[in-house]
């Protein structure tokens, strides 16, 4: 497969395709090709749970654009990886190239999941918006493509074992490659440490972001001293990516439960200690 300047060519998006192709995106629930991606999402606000909760931010909000994207994005890497799989049909590029190039010149980012050229990739990678914050943020060409391919690895584990999530009333299948490396995996590879020996890796301070993310779904079992299960939180990192993306599971638990116990010791005078 090659891509060319030219519409007719198959399996990608170019300069001389149309504006109305480019300027759409796939709807990561229905599959669908979509020019109004955000007044299409609102036929789905009834029947998923992440979709309410974004359309329910401020209008023009900072938040509600980066996990409008975040959704567009979902979407879009599900579809590039049919096309891929197929071998027919238009890739969608997060930028349209203007030379040939094999389908082998592109790759997913390993933070945002959009399609770049190889060779490109490692620039964009510096300053992504769903980069973690432990991520290196100086690292070269070599070790940026080593990095996307480990992540697309761990996606394509995740496709074919098709891991499912229930999400608010609906059932909804857990977006294929939405729970890439955690920071902690990257910061560990780019050492050239193994990844096993991720959880020795350093600890970054949860940000006022990530906090919110978490509190979003489990402030109820915070205030009460509740544990919360792996499933919930599995649940709550796939519904606030890319926020927690630098978290795991099981970061997220240990947050929920060592929140809750400094709220039950300041509830406490007698049990009030310093953090």
């Known amino acids: 497969m090659l891509v060319n300047d030219g519409a007719e060519a198959e399996g990608m998006q170019s300069s001389n395709t149309s504006s109305s192709l480019r300027n759409k995106s796939y709807c990561y629930i229905c599959?669908?090709?979509q020019t109004k991606f955000t007044r299409h999402l609102i036929t789905h606000e009834k029947t998923h749970a992440e979709v309410a909760r974004v359309l329910i931010l401020p209008k023009r909000s900072k938040e509600r654009i980066e996990r409008l994207t975040k959704l567009r994005n979902r979407g879009n890497y599900i579809h590039n990886k049919e096309v891929l799989k197929s071998g027919a049909g238009l890739l969608k590029l997060r930028r349209t190239a203007k030379n040939k190039y094999n389908q082998k010149e592109y790759v997913h980012c390993m933070y945002c999941q959009a399609l770049y050229l190889r060779r490109?990739?490692?620039?964009?990678?510096r300053n992504c918006s769903s980069k973690p914050a432990g991520a290196n943020?100086?690292?070269?060409?070599?070790k940026v493509l080593a990095l996307a391919a480990m992540s697309e690895?761990?996606?394509?584990?995740?496709?074919?074992q098709g891991s499912a999530v229930e999400e608010g009333a609906g059932q909804s299948v857990e977006p294929a490659g939405m729970s890439v490396l955690s920071s902690q995996d990257l910061a560990a590879n780019q050492e050239g440490t193994p990844t096993e020996n991720a959880r020795r890796a350093k600890k970054?301070?949860?940000?006022?972001?990530e906090v919110a993310a978490v509190m979003r779904h489990f402030k109820g079992q915070i205030r009460k001293g509740n544990l919360v299960s792996m499933i919930e939180c599995k649940q709550c990192k796939t519904a606030e990516h890319?926020?927690?993306?630098?978290?795991?599971v099981q970061n997220i638990r240990d947050f929920v439960r060592n929140r809750g116990i400094t709220m039950k010791k300041k509830g406490n005078p007698k049990m009030v200690t310093s953090e």
């Open 31 to 33: 599959g669908k090709q």
């Open 242 to 248: 890319p926020t927690l993306i630098g978290r795991t």
């Open 120 to 125: 490109d990739l490692w620039r964009h990678a």
């Open 137 to 142: 943020s100086v690292i070269g060409k070599t």
């Open 204 to 209: 970054y301070k949860w940000s006022p972001k």
């Open 153 to 160: 690895s761990v996606m394509n584990e995740q496709i074919s």
